[in-house]
């Protein structure tokens, strides 16, 4: 801390004792106005994280005050690139837009998972319905281009112990180990995980993205597709689907049809950001009626329902 401290004195140019001044870059600086404070390792990568995909300043800018340091997150997830616009009705997505975005491969594109630390994934467990051996599968990140960027293996695969028990799609959830820690960086990032008492509103506009087919029994893309879609109310969703709805389900999606998830998009992330920019994970795509059918918005694992069970698993 003496160290940064005195670095940042000896910038200051034209330092005026009398009125306890000094300029930097051009800048007139109140000596008395600079306060250190200390900053945990992870705090700082958010930082230097978040200024360098804002652009609005280089990783090595200075910060000098306290008040510039957000209270959240602090366990550095959730920043993405920017989206470049707004899966079935989508368009393609950019390197960095969200990398968080994970292709989950036995010899070709299968499903999809989301990154939440750099030894966990997550992802939806009727993706392991067939199979479950983890020594078959192969994850990529990093790319938009499917099965390109990092690889990594599964250690293992640990589905929810209530998957399916009652409902064929209930507790759709599993997380992944991988088989060593990612390096991360602006292509390869963590997506925020929602407390379990987190909302996500109806009529909050979300993001999906997914490699999943283009149309319903259509073809697979080259290059991740995002699309917009809106979290659809409770009640709504219950008409649509009826008794195959449960409190660890959630509809998003576009009711006038055109826009949704599709075949190959399971697993993926429906992401939602808060007023700061922010990006959770609010849902896993778990199922639907063929692929963005008018009035059938897709159903996705609700992640604050399951978010108890995770932490457990992962301790993410």
Same mark, same amino acid.
């Given at each position: 801390?003496?160290?940064?401290?005195?670095? /940042?004195?000896?910038?200051?140019?034209?330092?005026?004792?009398?009125?306890?001044?000094g300029?930097?870059?051009?800048?007139?600086?109140?000596?008395?106005?600079?306060?250190?404070?200390?900053i945990?390792?992870?705090?700082?990568?958010f930082?230097?994280?978040?200024?360098?995909?804002?652009?609005?300043?280089?990783?090595?800018s200075?910060v000098?005050?306290?008040?510039?340091i957000?209270?959240?997150?602090?366990?550095?997830?959730?920043?993405?690139?920017?989206?470049s616009?707004?899966?079935?009705?989508g368009?393609?997505a950019?390197?960095?837009?969200?990398?968080?975005?994970?292709?989950?491969?036995?010899g070709?594109?299968?499903?999809?998972?989301?990154?939440?630390?750099?030894?966990?994934?997550i992802?939806a467990?009727?993706?392991f319905?067939?199979?479950?051996?983890?020594?078959?599968?192969?994850?990529?990140?990093?790319?938009v281009?499917?099965?390109?960027g990092?690889?990594r293996?599964?250690?293992?695969? /640990?589905?929810?112990p209530k998957?399916?028990?009652?409902?064929?799609?209930?507790?759709?959830v599993?997380?992944?180990e991988?088989?060593?820690?990612?390096?991360?960086?602006?292509v390869?990032?963590?997506?925020?995980?929602?407390?379990?008492q987190?909302v996500?509103?109806?009529g909050q506009?979300?993001?999906?993205?997914g490699w999943?087919?283009?149309?319903y029994?259509?073809s697979?893309?080259?290059?991740?597709?995002?699309?917009?879609?809106?979290? /659809?109310?409770?009640?709504?969703?219950r008409?649509a689907y009826?008794?195959?709805?449960?409190?660890?389900?959630l509809?998003?999606?576009?009711?006038?049809?055109?826009?949704?998830s599709c075949?190959?998009?399971?697993?993926?992330?429906?992401a939602?950001?808060?007023?700061?920019?922010?990006?959770f994970l609010?849902?896993?795509?778990?199922?639907?009626?063929?692929?963005?059918?008018?009035?059938?918005?897709g159903?996705?694992?609700?992640?604050?329902?399951?978010?108890?069970w995770?932490?457990q698993q992962?301790?993410v």
């Amino acid at each position: 801390m003496d160290a940064v401290e005195l670095a /940042i004195q000896q910038r200051l140019t034209q330092v005026n004792m009398s009125t306890q001044t000094g300029s930097l870059n051009h800048l007139l600086i109140d000596i008395n106005s600079i306060q250190f404070t200390e900053i945990s390792k992870s705090q700082a990568e958010f930082l230097l994280k978040k200024v360098s995909l804002d652009g609005s300043a280089a990783p090595d800018s200075t910060v000098a005050t306290s008040t510039d340091i957000p209270t959240q997150p602090t366990s550095g997830c959730g920043i993405k690139g920017p989206t470049s616009s707004r899966i079935v009705g989508g368009t393609n997505a950019q390197n960095g837009e969200w990398p968080w975005q994970v292709s989950l491969q036995i010899g070709r594109h299968v499903c999809g998972a989301s990154i939440i630390s750099d030894r966990w994934l997550i992802s939806a467990a009727h993706c392991f319905r067939i199979q479950n051996n983890s020594t078959l599968w192969q994850v990529y990140m990093g790319s938009v281009e499917v099965g390109t960027g990092t690889r990594r293996d599964i250690r293992q695969i /640990i589905v929810h112990p209530k998957y399916a028990l009652n409902n064929p799609f209930d507790y759709d959830v599993a997380v992944l180990e991988l088989s060593s820690p990612l390096s991360l960086s602006s292509v390869i990032y963590p997506i925020c995980l929602p407390s379990s008492q987190q909302v996500f509103p109806s009529g909050q506009q979300c993001y999906i993205t997914g490699w999943g087919r283009l149309a319903y029994q259509g073809s697979l893309p080259f290059i991740l597709q995002e699309a917009e879609v809106s979290v /659809i109310d409770d009640q709504t969703c219950r008409n649509a689907y009826r008794s195959h709805i449960t409190p660890r389900m959630l509809c998003a999606g576009v009711l006038t049809g055109g826009v949704g998830s599709c075949q190959g998009d399971s697993g993926g992330p429906l992401a939602c950001s808060d007023s700061r920019g922010t990006w959770f994970l609010a849902g896993i795509v778990s199922f639907g009626v063929r692929c963005a059918v008018p009035n059938f918005p897709g159903v996705y694992t609700r992640v604050t329902a399951v978010r108890d069970w995770v932490e457990q698993q992962t301790g993410v």
